[in-house]
């Protein structure tokens, strides 16, 4: 006889195991549970059949893994949560007894240390896999930094979370990593590729944050833990890649003034190990050079300025102009286009570091106070831009507080044109000239200490132009960063209407709506048409779509019955075989013209007398038309053989739907289920779009 299986020990009920047993089994509180298991990267997992790996009759809701909670079994994080138990016995023990002082020593002696550094190492064994998990960690240490400081948020992680996403951004600027950036409603996302890996981390405004109480704040401390010491780790393996000193030195003052990029200091470990734009001794951040030596700082001009030599002058060839002409066209990216309309759209080849880090390289900007400064100096700094300036109000490390400088080639604003009259004038307080000239002051002078005073205090006055320098808005930058070139900036000049701003990681498909092409790029045809009559002669349009439904009812009735229906198109053909049989009555009976035909609608008629008795000339028969009825006829003529084509097409296709099986046809019937849907909502954003653009034109 078989021996009887005892229930829990096989199947679901023993690869599963519930919450409470595995805070028995560990010995530990629910808290410390949860906290080992976001360290540990252990999540709770759904079972096929919750009664099957339920050991007792109350239903579970929360399962784990059972060999999860094994593998926890000898985490040495276990022993410092029971050391952190006992001590907390200990000191509420001491406080019981009175003695503060010795619960102060207490606590501030024998607190148990926990360190994450092997679970790091037991999680990513690879750099390549803490790369893959970055994501997450960046956008949670990002909306840290931006928090303020609360009982449940002390400022030591905030300080701590601010430390690192500017570190990690400082690596982006120097390597050029950073790809393509939007501006969204939760947030402005960037994307980044390092060491072939794509990391897409969202940051939120710098808007104030209202601390809500029914936030976990205990649970994402948790994950805040595990990240700082995750991007710690990360932070030091790419400065060490790129041969810099990490951490990089951190000047407390000038970031106390605001400065945050700028209150970095970066340094390599050597002259030889430093990267290409720190040789020269000068900082990526702000322009402060290092102190090195002499003879170090030769040798590296000279491995700088050292050529490389190619295969021609080896061989002591000379190159040509035709030659370098060659070399330098094959310069730039290829790009593949569709060979067809419906082929697929092949992957273009992305830019390297060097040509997406050289975009914003030859230009000097400055930022106006109302735009955000952070997001703005970090995009100009990934691409290229060495010098950027703001106001004095924005913080301390700007390339230059002077908006007069003559040297600023791009101001970037985000105020409207106001005209001249409507700002204050501004109050006057300078010397009259007659007490100019008892002082001996001439205008010369005078025009000089103007001069001096508006450049001593670096602000012009609103609305002021400097001549030659381009003034964009900010959504500038953002375009032209996802795009790759640079855009005309006479789009976004202040006060203009912007172009919209499309997220670069959605590219429209085919049959969907692409506000990046004009209406008639993608309009179908005879919308157009039909746009036009449906806005003059909605009730034409009506009639003749209850005219061809009828005559489409009356032709499937004959074709099912057989039998012809009275002013039938079938009947009308027959007739006119009959009279292509009697050419000769054709000719006798001249018949009615078209224009005699327009002549009958009386509305028509009645149209053209009054315009013709407001011309004071009389209504002849032969009238010609006026250009918008000659337009709406053949606006008319166009939407019925665009319909009846369609028509033709769908009937076609019903044909060929009855020779598929079952399967084959449910399947096309949901795929052009949804092509339908998309068509629709295409129409009405184009149909807006159209409405739009002609309010635009009559204004």
Known sequence: MAKIKKKGTSGQAKN?????????????????????????????????????????????????????????????????????????????????????????????????????????????????????????????????????????????????????????????????????????????????????????????????????????????????????????FVNFRLYTSIGLVYPPKFNASSDDQGAELDAFTLEGKSVAEQPKNLINGASATNGTTHATTADAQAEADKLTNLDEPSEDREQGEDLSDDRAEEITATDAIDTFSPTADDA???????????????????????????????????????????????????????????????????????????????????????????????????????????????????????????????????????????????????????????????????????????????????????????AMLEDGDEDVVEAESDEEAEDGVDEQIEEETGMKIAGSESEDEDEDEDEDENPEQDEEWGGISDEAEDLEDPDVQHQRELEAEALGQRLTANQPKSEDETRKNEAKMKTKAVAKRRREEAEELERQKMMMSRKKRKVLEKMLYGNEKREEEAEKLRKKRRALEKAAQMI
């Not at 919450?19 to 759904?46: H, M, N, W």
């Not at 204050?424 to 100019?436: F, Y």
């Open 16 to 232: 599963f195991i519930t919450r409470t047993q595995a805070v028995r089994k560990l010995q530990i509180s629910l808290p410390d549970f949860r906290r080992l298991c976001i360290f540990k990267g252990i999540y709770p997992r759904e079972p096929r059949n919750k009664k099957k790996a339920s050991k007792s009759s109350t239903g579970s809701t929360t399962f784990y893994y059972t060999r999860d909670i094994q593998y926890l079994l000898h985490e040495p994080l276990l022993n410092k949560f029971r050391d952190h138990k006992a001590l907390a016995k200990k000191i509420g023990r001491a406080l019981g007894r009175g003695e503060i002082k010795d619960a102060a020593r207490l606590e501030r002696t024998q607190t148990p240390k926990i360190t994450l550094d092997h679970i790091i190492k037991e999680r990513y064994p690879t750099f390549v896999d803490a790369l893959r998990d970055l994501d997450d960690a960046l956008s949670m240490l990002f909306l840290f930094a931006n928090l303020p400081s609360t009982a449940a948020i002390p400022p030591k992680t905030i300080a701590l979370c601010q430390r690192l996403c500017l570190e990690f951004q400082h690596y982006l600027i120097i390597t050029h990593s950073l790809r393509k950036s939007f501006l969204s409603i939760k947030g402005i996302y960037y994307q980044a590729t390092i060491q072939g890996q794509d990391i897409l981390w969202l940051i939120p405004y710098k808007f104030v944050q209202r601390m809500e109480g029914d936030i976990d704040f205990r649970i994402m401390g948790t994950f805040v833990e595990f990240y700082t010491t995750l991007l710690s």
């Open 344 to 530: 697929d759209i092949l992957p273009q080849p992305a830019p390297s570091n060097e040509e997406s880090g050289a975009l914003f390289t030859p230009f000097t900007f400055f930022l106006s106070r109302e735009t955000p400064r952070a997001p703005l100096e970090f995009l100009l700094k990934a691409f290229g831009s060495k010098r950027v300036g703001w106001d004095a109000v924005l913080g301390d490390g700007a390339y230059t507080t002077n908006e007069g400088d003559r040297s600023i080639t791009h101001q970037i604003v985000d105020r409207p044109n106001l005209p001249e009259g409507a700002l204050p004038a501004v109050p006057e307080t300078k010397p009259s000239p007659a007490q100019k000239h008892a002082n001996g002051e001439t205008d010369g002078a005078a025009d000089d200490d103007e001069k001096e005073e508006e450049s001593s205090n670096g602000r012009l006055r609103p609305g002021t132009r400097v001549p030659g320098r381009i003034y964009v808005q900010p959504q500038w930058v953002w375009d032209c960063v996802n795009q790759g070139k640079l855009l005309r900036p006479d789009l976004y000049a202040p006060g203009a209407t912007l172009p919209p701003h499309l997220s670069p990681w959605v590219k429209a498909k085919r049959g969907e709506y692409d506000p990046t092409l004009s209406l008639a790029e993608q309009e179908k045809e005879g919308e157009v048409e039909a």
